[in-house]
């Protein structure tokens, strides 16, 4: 069995272990293992321009910090915890709003407002099409920290408690965000259901009255 296939086979701790004795190919396989994932993070939180530069530099970090990591929480919580931090910073740097909304911010409504969960049918149609470029398209137009919320929980299966640690903020607050998400994505699933059916009836209308002349 060659080394590459024995490095696919251990776990994280296990690779970082033979980090820190200066196994480059150990590295390697942190990278190809969750370089895909940190990308899509970094895409969702900060748009597509400069991911790739992004994530490069999510790794570069990873790699540096490998020493001080104790693992006191998993090394996937420590590694979206690096990315989150790295595109919170970028966000400020842009000047752009929006990586942490405070509940002030979104309004006095209470929490259990949000309780109410879309139609089942709906639901199914946001898992069949969480990858798809219309739905991307629509996440794009959320808040970063909604955006966020939703790439962890739903695209990389993130539990709460996990999301509460990568973001540093309670845990309440991430169930907040994700009910507020996912009910703002469905109103514009909603929005953007609603305008086809329009342009589709405003087409057939067209079409009627050309073939009346």
């Known amino acids: 069995m060659n080394q590459r296939r024995v490095l696919k086979e251990l776990s994280d ?3 970082i272990r033979l980090c820190r004795r200066d196994n480059h190919q150990a590295f390697t396989e942190i990278v190809d293992r969750y370089k895909h994932r940190v990308c899509w993070l970094v895409r ?5 321009a400069e991911d790739e530069d992004l994530t490069q530099e999510v790794f570069l970090r990873v ?3 490998i020493p001080g990591f104790r693992g006191g929480s998993t090394f996937r919580t420590w590694l979206y915890r690096i990315a989150h931090n790295l595109c919170v910073t970028e966000l400020r740097r842009r000047g752009r ?3 942490h909304l405070s509940l002030e911010e979104e309004g006095e409504e209470k929490v259990h407002w949000l ?3 879309p139609r089942a049918d709906l639901e199914e149609e946001i898992a069949r099409k969480d990858v798809s470029l219309s739905v991307r398209a629509l996440i794009e137009r959320l808040p970063a920290s909604y955006r966020t919320v939703l790439t962890l929980f739903y695209i990389q ?3 709460y408690e996990e999301i509460a640690e990568i973001m540093a903020i309670p845990l309440g607050t991430v169930k907040t965000y994700i009910h507020r998400a996912r009910l703002r994505l469905r109103n514009l699933l909603l929005a953007e259901s609603d305008l086809a059916d329009l342009a589709d009836e405003s087409a057939e209308n067209a079409g009627g009255t050309g073939g009346q002349a």
């Not at 969702?44 to 597509?48: L, T």
């Open 13 to 15: 701790e296990e690779l």
């Open 44 to 48: 969702r939180m900060v748009g597509s």
């Open 63 to 65: 790699y540096q910090a």
């Open 97 to 99: 709003r929006g990586e």
């Open 115 to 117: 309780l109410s969960e």
């Open 157 to 159: 299966q993130v539990r």
